[in-house]
């Protein structure tokens, strides 16, 4: 039985900026990658720990997509749910959570 997905709101609005800002440089490629990153996304659902664990917060997974985002989630055992909290480019500080 597959795992639910579950986006926060953080993470939806992290998405919308990453691609509106790629859409500044091209307007074709912006909906590719959001599109990828989502199909990559959606083997969470079947693999929920593809990504790896962090050092400091043992419950919060990332996964990698291209060379540059990082997605951070966690997995719900008991609800058979994965929730996506954060995205964001791979230079940029760790968040808190």
């Known amino acids: 039985m597959d795992y639910r997905l579950l986006f926060t709101q953080r993470a ?11 859409a500044q440089d091209d307007d ?15 083997l969470l659902g079947r693999f929920p720990r593809m990504g790896n664990t962090t050092r400091k ?6 996964l990698v997509h291209a060379p540059i985002l990082v997605y951070y989630y966690r997995v719900h055992e008991e609800k058979r ?3 996506v909290i954060h995205f964001r480019h791979g230079s940029r500080k760790p968040p808190r959570f």
Not at 12 to 22: C, F, N, P, Q, T
Not at 31 to 42: K, M, Q, S, V
């Open 81 to 83: 749910l994965i929730e």
């Open 12 to 22: 939806l609005s992290d998405l919308s900026e990453i691609v509106e800002h790629i």
């Open 57 to 62: 917060r043992p419950r919060v997974r990332e």
């Open 28 to 42: 074709e490629a912006a909906p590719r990658f959001g599109e990828a990153l989502l199909d990559h996304i959606d």
